[in-house]
């Protein structure tokens, strides 16, 4: 009998709880490497964890570099303004319709209620007529009106509702625009805030970034030029510096002072 040369099948093995979550790791296992040799890292420390940690911190940064970035406040303001001028000059036509053209609303809304069989808010009230001539069981018929005038005075009401909802948005994004220091969301923001959170629970002697005239260093600032570099990231030490002025100082000033704040 010959031997067959049908090759076995590759079994695949399974996706980490990792891989499923963040999908293919963006750290190879050289780049892990580099990392944990830029800083002393504590004794005992739990390196899958402190893997996962700087993989949520890569695809937190992909993602959102990928997507769709916020409008400013400044295009929001005129697009929501835009939208509560066009609901304020249907409000003012529909206001003018007179008799005439209310009616024809009416009849208009009563076809599309018959179409569908449904209005969205109301249910119709059942009329019932005598029994038809022909009906040999003589039994009284249900004739469905459909409360057409109730509908369109609710959705009259609920346009002029979302016309001042756009007029609110618009304020709220014009003292948005107005604040000082605004500006749009950054991906790298988030970055620098979870990776400095990873060095922190990892690392045996934490040391902040610091600057000594046109001198950079401190074992962090060597920790985050590891840890980007892999991303694409290639900041120079002034960058990364400052970056972390940026993003990761205010959020601790903020906790600081939360902390500092008296209770009750």
């Known amino acids: 009998m010959a031997e067959s040369r049908r090759k076995p099948r590759r079994v695949?093995?399974?996706?980490?709880?990792?891989?499923?979550?963040?999908?293919?790791?963006?750290?190879?296992?050289?780049?892990?490497?580099?990392?944990?040799?830029?800083?002393?890292?504590?004794?005992?420390?739990?390196?899958?964890?402190?893997?996962?940690?700087?993989?949520?911190?890569?695809?937190?940064?992909?993602?959102?570099?990928?997507?769709?970035?916020?409008?400013?406040?400044?295009?929001?303001?005129?697009?929501?303004?835009?939208l509560r001028s066009l609901a304020e000059k249907l409000l003012s036509k529909m206001g003018n319709l007179g008799v005439r053209g209310s009616s024809g609303l009416a009849y208009a809304a009563e076809a599309i209620a018959k179409a569908r069989n449904e209005l969205p808010d109301f249910e119709p009230e059942l009329v019932e007529h005598p029994p038809s001539p022909g009906d040999p069981q003589k039994l009284p018929v249900k004739v469905p009106i459909w409360p057409v005038e109730k509908q369109v005075a609710k959705s009259t009401a609920e346009l002029e509702w979302l016309r001042d909802v756009f007029a609110e948005a618009a304020r709220r994004a014009g003292v948005e625009k107005a604040a000082p220091g605004n500006r749009p969301f950054e991906p790298k923001a988030v970055l620098f805030r979870v990776l400095h959170q990873a060095y922190w629970t990892a690392a045996a002697s934490p040391q902040r970034p610091w600057r000594r005239d046109d001198q950079y260093g401190g074992e962090e600032l060597r920790f985050f030029r590891a840890a980007l570099t892999p991303l694409g990231v290639k900041d120079s030490d002034a960058a990364i510096y400052d970056s972390f002025g940026r993003f990761v100082k205010p959020v601790e000033e903020l906790r600081r002072s939360a902390r500092r704040r008296p209770r009750g």
């Open 12 to 82: 695949r093995e399974p996706l980490s709880e990792q891989e499923e979550f963040f999908g293919k790791p963006y750290y190879s296992a050289g780049g892990i490497d580099a990392i944990l040799q830029s800083f002393e890292p504590k004794n005992g420390l739990d390196r899958p964890e402190f893997i996962k940690r700087l993989e949520k911190a890569a695809w937190w940064f992909v993602e959102l570099a990928n997507a769709r970035p916020d409008a400013p406040p400044s295009m929001r303001e005129r697009e929501c303004k835009t």
